[in-house]
């Protein structure tokens, strides 16, 4: 069964920094493209940022120059390091999967609050 476990969130103060972590098990993880969705109260949940299962990273929002997608095929894991953190970065950070076939998979979600 797959499983996706999202870890590193926490609170932090504006222009402070965070790494995600999402472990992913019961995949074959270098065939599949992960991305990091987040979601406000009251918000639409939306796209951070994705990379592809052949390394090619795509940033749909305005997060590019502070955010940083990476993976680990080895550890199936992939991460996102967090910079310059805004208090509207403020949401729950989610971890996704999808096949090749087409088949998505989800994350529980690990907090992020940027506020001081």
């Known amino acids: 069964q797959v499983q996706l476990v999202e870890s590193g969130g926490g609170l932090v103060q504006p222009g402070g920094s965070l790494r995600l972590s999402c472990a992913a098990s019961?995949?074959?993880?270098?065939?599949?493209?992960m991305g990091w969705y987040r979601q406000a109260p009251g918000k639409q949940r939306e796209l951070v940022v994705k990379?592809?299962?052949?390394?090619?990273?795509v940033y749909p929002g305005s997060v590019k120059v502070r955010f940083t997608i990476s993976r680990d095929n080895d550890k199936n894991m992939v991460f996102l390091q967090m910079s310059s953190l805004k208090a509207e970065d403020t949401a729950l950070y989610c971890c996704?999967?999808?096949?090749?076939?087409?088949?998505?998979?989800w994350g529980q979600g690990t907090q992020v609050t940027a506020s001081s």
């Open positions: 019961g995949i074959i993880f270098r065939a599949v493209d």
């Open positions: 996704n999967a999808v096949t090749r076939a087409g088949i998505g998979y």
């Open positions: 990379i592809t299962s052949g390394g090619v990273t």
